[in-house]
């Protein structure tokens, strides 16, 4: 029988407990709902499965329950190709409510990597994972004699995960800034603007991921081998708890209409109420006869160009006399549009991708989800009932 150690428990191993508990508690959650922006919901449940999958690794090895399951030992590891790529991905989604398929290859490192240790490392003998084990939380014991060796040039990929990790995770953490400032730029607001709820929610996503990237290398820098993954895996647990507070302090159960009281985001703006009805009828005349939402690259910088006044105030225009966002003004116009080139007979003959393409929309994905939430029904379904 291989050296071991007795459980150890105390209140790092309590609170990554937790974590895993609410981690795969939540992520469930957000795979099963059926309620909102379906696609972005299910990336964000898998990058909650992935991390509480990999902290659950770090459970067992902090508390020397690792001894008693060597089977499982990096068995996590590949998933920890998956963290950042669907963190961006459920930015990205969540933002333009777009699912492509090209966006399957961003597994494909995972993919690669669970190959590479399937083949090479899970299936050798368990003092292999022992001698694993110790050398990442317990270096100070003997590891056993093993017959394999770390030479060969296979385990070079082994050695450098971390930095492999941490180059990846920093990519896409670029990445996901870029998409939300570019979301940002495109409302008119600055990116620590809070007007904007869903831009908000997913700024903070991307701090969020950030921050793991920071800790990720403080930990690795300061600690030898893995010692410092608890305290990786303490910021992580503490990232999910953060998740499900927003989670239930957006829930309907605590909002009661009758007691809530409007607050005016646009307090010291310098828009009286005359120019805003004023710029209304410009921008009701605007999109009526020219249609400018017909180009799929049309934005509110553009819009408000138009009608010779700044992003911002178009943006409170739109927020307070009308109650909907840019994007939600726009996909109004651009199904009202659609609704008509469907319903006429002459188009019959015309795809639903290029009536997509025809009232501004770059995806025939991103079409059928705005035409559902506004119509109820698909394309499709509107087509054959007219």
Sequence with gaps: MLPSLPIKIDLFAIIILLGVVQGFFLAFFFLTTKKGNKVAHRYLGLFLFSM?????????????????????????????????????????????ERFTKSQLLHFIPFFAYLIYMSVLFYPLPDTHHYNSYLYAFHPEMTRVHCDYTEKEWYYFFKHHVNDLMFAHMVVYTLASFYIVFKAFKKEGLKLSSNQHTKLSWARNQSVSLASIVVIFLVVKRTFIHDLGDHILAG?????????????????????????????????????????QDNTLSKLTELMETEKPFLNASFSLPTLAKMLAISPHHLSQILNEKIGQSFFDYIAAYRIREAQQLLSSPENAHIKIEEIAEMVGYNSKSAFNTSFKKIVGQTPSQFRILK
């Design 52 to 96: 509480a999958f990999a902290i659950t690794e770090v459970l067992l090895g902090y508390t020397n329950y690792t001894f008693q399951t060597l089977y499982l030992v990096d068995m996590a590891e590949p998933l920890n190709f998956t963290v950042a790529p669907l963190s961006f991905l459920y930015i990205q989604t969540y933002i333009t």
């Design 235 to 275: 910021h992580i647990t503490l990232i999910i708890y953060a998740i499900s507070f927003s989670v239930i302090s957006r829930s309907k159960f605590f909002h009661d209409e009758q007691q809530v009281k409007p607050t005016k985001k646009y307090e010291k703006s310098s828009l009286t109420s005359d120019i």
